[in-house]
């Protein structure tokens, strides 16, 4: 019984955490890119380096999902559900 408890609150856990990782990257997402098309609308000049630095800025916000969904496969190999 305890382990069916155990598990239960780590597969709600993981998914949580997933969701709220999800969730929070397509809010930063979106923030980031809202932003750059408000930076250029009040400089188009500075488009290029607007885009550069709007796609660090994904790539960054992009690995918090990922380092995520690793995580979660960590938690899910402890308790040896896959």
């Keep these: 019984m305890e382990n069916t ?3 239960a609150g780590a ?3 993981v998914g949580i955490m997933l969701g709220l ?3 929070g990257a397509a809010i930063g997402d979106g923030l980031v890119t809202g932003r750059m098309i408000e930076g250029i609308s009040r400089q188009p000049e500075a488009k290029n ?3 550069v630095n ?3 800025s994904v790539g960054l916000i992009e690995a ?3 380092i995520a969904l690793v995580v979660a496969f960590i938690i899910l190999m402890a308790i ?3």
């Design 21 to 23: 990782a999800a969730f």
């Design 80 to 82: 040896k559900v896959l």
């Design 54 to 56: 709007t796609l660090i």
């Design 5 to 7: 408890i155990a598990t």
């Design 64 to 66: 918090m999902p990922i």
């Design 11 to 13: 597969l709600l856990g």
């Design 49 to 51: 380096t607007l885009f």
